[in-house]
């Protein structure tokens, strides 16, 4: 039997021309970001025939462009929001133990106590790492998963961040959290567990004129287009939800990150955790990330006009995340350190005035007048919890019939408990066990390329065998697909440069 994990090309013309053959729905998703696909694998193991369209490739949107951290909840806490907190640390719990335990590891975060920051921010801190401990037990997180926070001497705030400035250093406080190994690469592997319980997981299809009942789908690689009609239409598409659904007012908000060689922060082994001068409760964080890079982040600026494909960083806030974690640097970065940038738009709900920080990140479930049931808002790390609400209020108001929702316990492709049908023998790089865990060993196993095992370019920690599985296993279409979501090559131009040609190559072999 095939593969029911795979997604490629093949299935993917397959599974367009039983829809376009009249195939039954139970519910149409629009969107392939992380809402989307957590909606289409909730609603297809439930026993839903279902369908997801992409216009573009999974993880398009801003999905791929977060600062890939799975929130325990903190700063809610601070806001008040309690409820949110809350569900954030039983559902990056689930995501840590039981979905996902292959993609999400813990991730040391350290403030440094540096003269700057006085006594009542620092134990503003404290406190709320403090808290963050009581949400992490409260939530059934053991601390073998996420240790409990603590105070350290400055000298291993040193070691774990060796350019932090020395002068007036006086020890650290240290948290934990979880950390994606890659967004886009959760998105996938969600998407394709969607596929594993038999939903069509379709990119390059455009959604238009959506109803309770029908929605016209448009293949964007040949223009070829029609209707199809299920029992729910439900519009996950992010910042363009609008276009689906006319009625939904959002408010976009703009995020920025920065990269770099890790070794321009000397190789830290914790993400510098930086305040922002004058705010309370606000940092600049520099994440180690895989490929040997840092990720500067975040910036939160209102973002109104027209939504662009891809966002663009706008020099001021480049100049802010330089500026505030010099505060914290003996050894300081500038921009002709940065070797990438990525900016994103969060899909908040527009509540009128103030800024977008204080805006809520809950998520909202809307009935259009068309009928179309839309959900906007959230957060990456809440997506499972997203779409048990959505399901469950579509199956509801469309009176589906389905089964009780079961991704709670439900392992992910990858996960030590789904390894897949065709785990392949022997052992695999730690830089793949890091990517696709139980699955590892298959994507070597099943290449039929020559040197599997070899980088794609000098310098570049992704093998051969991983485009190959991009392609024949992930649903990679094109050479962005491979270079900007299945692996983040792409973040950094001039190694994007290097091997845009060893993409064509793989996917000429289709
Ligand atoms: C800078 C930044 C950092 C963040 N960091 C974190 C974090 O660390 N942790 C966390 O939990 N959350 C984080 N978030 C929030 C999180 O990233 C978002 O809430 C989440 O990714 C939104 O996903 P989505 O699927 O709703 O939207 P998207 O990922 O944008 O997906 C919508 C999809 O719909 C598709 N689409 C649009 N129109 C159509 C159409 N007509 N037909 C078919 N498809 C269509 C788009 O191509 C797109 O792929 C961050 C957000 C930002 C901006």
């Known amino acids: 039997m095939e593969n029911p994990t795979a997604l490629n090309a093949a299935r993917r013309t397959a599974d367009l021309n039983a829809l376009a053959d009249g195939a039954e729905l139970d519910v149409v998703v629009i969107g392939g970001g992380i809402t989307g696909v957590g909606i289409a694998l909730d609603a297809a193991s439930r026993g839903l025939r279902t369908a997801l369209v992409e216009k573009h490739d999974l993880a398009f949107g801003t999905s791929r462009w977060s600062s890939k951290l799975v929130h325990g909840g903190l700063r809610y806490l601070a806001s008040g929001n309690i409820g949110i907190a809350r569900r954030s640390a039983i559902e990056r719990g689930i995501l840590m133990s039981r979905n996902a335990p292959h993609l999400v590891h813990a991730m040391p975060q350290l403030v440094p106590l540096l003269p ?4 009542f921010n620092r134990a503003m ?3 709320g790492f403090l808290a963050g401990d009581a949400l992490r037990i409260m939530a059934g997180t053991s601390s073998s998963t996420l240790p409990r926070s603590r105070r350290i001497s400055a000298s291993r705030v040193v070691e774990m961040a060796p350019t932090v400035r020395r002068d007036g250093l006086a020890g650290g406080l240290l948290n934990y959290d979880g950390q994606l190994i890659d967004d886009a690469r959760l998105v996938t592997a969600v998407a394709r567990t969607a596929a594993q319980h038999g939903a069509r997981i379709l990119t390059y299809v455009a959604a238009s004129q959506a109803t309770a009942t ?7 690689r040949t223009g070829e287009s029609f209707e199809v009609k299920a029992g729910a239409v439900i519009n996950a598409a992010g910042v363009w939800g609008g276009d689906i659904d006319p009625a939904l007012k959002l408010r976009p908000s ?6 770099f060689d890790a070794a321009a922060f000397g190789n830290p ?9 004058g705010e309370l409760n606000r940092f600049v ?3 180690p990330e895989q490929l040997g890079r840092i990720y500067l982040g975040l910036t939160d600026e209102d973002a109104p006009g027209p939504i662009p494909d ?3 960083p706008s020099s001021a806030e480049i100049a802010f995340l330089l500026d505030t974690v010099n505060t914290a640097l003996g050894t300081t970065v500038s921009s002709s350190d940065v070797i990438g940038s990525y900016a994103g738009l969060r899909p908040l709900i527009d509540t009128g005035e103030g800024r977008t920080a204080d805006v809520s990140r809950d998520h909202a479930i809307f009935e259009s007048p068309t009928g179309v049931i839309s959900v906007v808002g959230g957060k990456l790390t809440e997506y499972r919890y997203m779409a048990e609400d959505v399901l469950n209020r579509a199956i509801t108001v469309r009176a589906l019939r389905a089964g009780e929702c079961r991704t709670r316990n439900l392992p992910l492709i990858g996960a030590a408990a789904n390894p897949g049908p065709a785990a392949g023998p022997g052992n695999a790089p730690a830089s793949l066990v ?5 699955e590892a060993a298959n994507v070597v196993a099943v290449a039929t390329c020559e040197r599997p095992t070899e980088p794609v370019a000098d310098g570049i920690d992704v093998t051969r065998a991983e485009f190959e599985y991009a392609v024949t296993h992930e649903g990679a279409l094109d050479v962005g697909d491979i270079l900007d979501r299945r692996t983040r090559i792409g973040l950094v131009p001039r190694d994007r440069d290097q091997v845009v040609t060893v993409a064509e190559e793989f996917l000429a072999l289709r």
């Open 116 to 119: 700057a920051m006085n006594h």
């Open 125 to 127: 801190v404290r406190v």
């Open 214 to 220: 029908s929605v016209r789908l448009t293949d964007q």
């Open 254 to 259: 703009r995020g920025t990150h920065l990269v």
């Open 269 to 277: 082994t914790a993400a510098l955790t930086i305040p922002i001068p």
């Open 285 to 287: 964080f520099a994440m």
């Open 310 to 312: 891809v966002p663009e």
């Open 434 to 438: 890091a990517r696709y865990g139980a």
